[in-house]
């Protein structure tokens, strides 16, 4: 099974949003290994969105992630990087096909409500960047049987 690192930002988190969220991810089949809420310091939100350091959004981006709290997870599945692209939209919510969750929940593109990795690379990249390994709990889920083949 893949593993996909998803956060549920400052916006989404402020708006109440965060069981909205977790529970679409939950209600596809996607098991959750590693949850929590933290604010993001400075230096690891740098780290975090280190590939736009030299565009002109990176510092307003690194100041609205570290603007309040977040809730990081880490989600486990078939496909999971792929599937979780998908069911969170275009970054633009405007712009996201009906049923996503940037579409239902956003209507910013700089306050779209998710954020996950964009390949298996970054995703690992991001889940050690957000969570110790002792962090993430391996479990058996007796419902799996159903969800796949």
Same mark, same amino acid.
């Given at each position: 099974?893949?593993?996909?690192?998803?956060?549920?930002?400052?916006?989404?988190?402020?708006?109440?949003?965060?069981?909205?969220?977790?529970?679409?991810?939950?209600?596809?089949?996607?098991?959750?290994?590693?949850?929590?809420?933290?604010?993001?310091?400075?230096?690891?939100?740098?780290?975090?969105?280190?590939?736009?350091?030299?565009?002109?959004?990176?510092?307003?981006?690194?100041?609205?992630?570290?603007?309040?709290?977040?809730?990081?997870?880490?989600?486990?599945? #078939?496909? !999971?990087? @792929? %599937?979780? +692209?998908?069911?969170? $939209?275009?970054?633009?919510?405007? #712009?996201? !096909?009906? @049923? %996503?969750? +940037?579409?239902?929940? $956003?209507?910013?593109?700089?306050?779209?409500?998710?954020? @996950?990795?964009?390949?298996?690379?970054?995703?690992?990249?991001?889940?050690?960047?957000?969570?110790?390994?002792?962090?993430?709990?391996?479990?058996?889920?007796?419902?799996?049987?159903?969800?796949?083949?």
């Amino acid at each position: 099974m893949e593993r996909t690192f998803v956060m549920v930002k400052p916006d989404g988190v402020q708006r109440n949003l965060v069981g909205n969220i977790i529970a679409c991810f939950e209600k596809k089949g996607l098991k959750i290994i590693g949850l929590k809420m933290m604010r993001i310091p400075r230096e690891l939100a740098e780290s975090h969105y280190g590939e736009h350091r030299d565009k002109p959004f990176f510092g307003p981006l690194v100041n609205y992630i570290t603007s309040g709290p977040v809730v990081a997870m880490v989600l486990e599945g #078939k496909d !999971a990087v @792929g %599937t979780v +692209r998908e069911m969170m $939209g275009a970054t633009n919510p405007l #712009k996201a !096909a009906p @049923g %996503t969750i +940037r579409a239902t929940y $956003g209507m910013d593109i700089g306050r779209n409500v998710v954020h @996950g990795s964009d390949s298996p690379t970054s995703a690992e990249r991001e889940i050690n960047l957000f969570f110790r390994p002792e962090e993430l709990v391996n479990y058996q889920r007796d419902v799996d049987r159903w969800i796949y083949e």
